[in-house]
């Protein structure tokens, strides 16, 4: 025991000696190059116009709208008698979700932000234009934000039906998402993208959220987190003495393709965020999102094996979606060495969380939803403020000295917890004193597809 703790001190040291200096000179050649793209844009024969900003936009939003599918697969880690309905809540997060926020959402989040026509009214709270896209906001240019905002939006819902998988009630999952897009994800999301109080703090320095680790993940993963809660575990999760057991997936092959379609969608989801072809730093953004994806992946491969000896892929597709979730926030503002870092501390805190929350809060999380996005969201929040390096929106980290952004991202941080954890609290727990949220033991043992949908996913 000795001789393996002293392995793992030297190992330690080794990676202290070597890496601090990798770090510090990462940092002193993060600005060596047009890392903005103005010079390069200004020396080019023509602006890109207009419509190729549509384009882009609306050929991000299309692929974003295609990371569904990747949620839908990562149904392969629930039971197969339940895959049908872990698919059709993630089909009504695309569906009604959508009509959600075409009635409500874009509205209560974008009203006032005045960042299209119709936008106009509103305060630094919440915003009241823009309701079904009527009147002024009729116009292209804010039905392209809307577009491309939608997508996003969906996510929501698919976040939180990967937390209360095999055991709600499909009727209380409707009603729930319908209060969490309106209440949690609107109201927060305006005062981050839409020029709410976090984005406009009193002392100079807003609340920066380039991708939405915390507008989209972090809130979404913290109302999951109470979802799960809410309806206690599957049964046989958990033995009499609190001890977890293992209820494996069905089908490994969809989660690893699923997480491929999702790393592939998320490209499109960061670098698409700039909302303009003619914003260069677009490939920066590109390059940081997959860095800090496969990183996470990669550190999680290595950490369960170091652990168990054993190659869990299943583990790894997670550590890579809590790379992205980290990286979706500081994306636009990092150099690439940067989302490295973010990308496997994401992973090693993926890895973490779920330990905690498996085996110290005893919350059965079926897909590991609240590890990835919900903790990771809170991380992407941070890491904002800790490695942004000047060289885009002039937003400045703690590594150029400064101290500022950070203490506005530690304020985005606990505001989230404090809302979406609240009032999450308030939905899941308050829909279960009423119209009840879990199916009965009965549906839950013979399984939610025949029981709910009157059909099996896959009929024998």
């Given at each position: 025991m000795r001789n393996i703790s002293w392995m793992k001190l030297k190992s330690l040291g080794w990676l202290i000696l070597y890496g601090l200096p990798l770090v510090f000179f990462c940092m002193r050649n993060s600005h060596a190059g047009d890392s903005n793209g103005a010079l390069t844009f200004s020396l080019s024969l023509e602006g890109l116009n207009v419509a190729g900003n549509f384009v882009w936009v609306l050929m991000a939003a299309f692929l974003i709208l295609f990371m569904q599918a990747g949620f839908v697969l990562l149904g392969g880690l629930v039971n197969s008698k339940n895959m049908l309905s872990y698919m059709t809540h993630c089909f009504m997060a695309t569906t009604a979700g959508t009509l959600i926020f075409w009635l409500f959402g874009f509205a209560l989040m974008f009203g006032g932000s005045e960042l299209g026509s119709g936008l106009d009214k509103g305060n630094s709270f919440i915003g009241y234009s823009g309701f079904m896209l009527l009147g002024e906001t009729y116009d292209v240019k804010t039905v392209l934000l809307f577009v491309f905002m939608a997508v996003v939006a969906t996510f929501i819902g698919s976040i939180i039906a990967g937390a209360i998988a095999e055991r709600m009630k499909f009727s209380?999952?409707?009603?729930?998402?319908?209060?969490v897009y309106?209440?949690?994800?609107?109201f927060y999301g305006h005062w981050v993208w839409g020029e709410?109080?976090?984005?406009?703090l009193p002392f100079g320095v807003g609340a920066k959220d380039f991708a939405g680790s915390g507008v989209?993940?972090?809130?979404?993963?913290?109302?999951?987190?109470?979802?799960?809660?809410?309806?206690?575990?599957?049964?046989?999760?958990?033995n009499p003495d609190g001890s977890a057991n293992a209820l494996p997936g069905h089908n490994i092959a969809y989660v690893i393709l699923g997480t491929i379609?999702?790393?592939?969608?998320?490209?499109?989801y960061d670098a698409g965020s700039t909302l303009a072809i003619s914003d260069l730093r677009s490939s920066i953004i590109a390059a940081n999102t997959f860095l800090s994806g496969v990183a996470g992946a990669v550190i999680v491969i290595l950490y369960y094996y170091i652990k168990t000896k054993k190659v869990n892929v299943a583990e790894a597709c997670n550590g890579s979606l809590a790379g992205f979730v980290a990286i979706s926030g500081p994306c636009a503002y990092v150099a690439p060495w940067a989302a490295v870092i973010i990308g496997i501390a994401g992973g090693l805190l993926m890895c973490w969380s779920t330990w905690l929350i498996e085996h110290k809060f005893r919350v059965d999380d079926p897909l590991g939803a609240v590890s990835v996005h919900g903790a990771n969201g809170l991380w992407g929040l941070l890491a904002v403020g800790i490695f942004a390096d000047g060289s885009y929106g002039n937003v400045n980290g703690l590594i150029t000295g400064s101290g500022q952004q950070f203490f506005a991202q530690l304020i985005a941080f606990l505001a989230v917890i404090v809302w979406a954890g609240g009032l999450g609290f308030a939905i899941f727990f308050g829909l279960k004193h009423t119209i009840g949220i879990r199916v009965s033991k009965t549906e839950e043992i013979d399984g939610l597809d025949i029981n709910i949908h009157g059909t099996k996913c896959y009929p024998s």
């Open positions: 209380a999952y409707l009603l729930a998402c319908f209060l309106t209440l949690v994800y609107s709410g109080w976090l984005a406009k989209v993940h972090a809130a979404g993963g913290i109302c999951a987190f109470m979802g799960a809660w809410a309806l206690g575990p599957r049964i046989g999760r958990f379609i999702l790393a592939f969608g998320w490209l499109a």
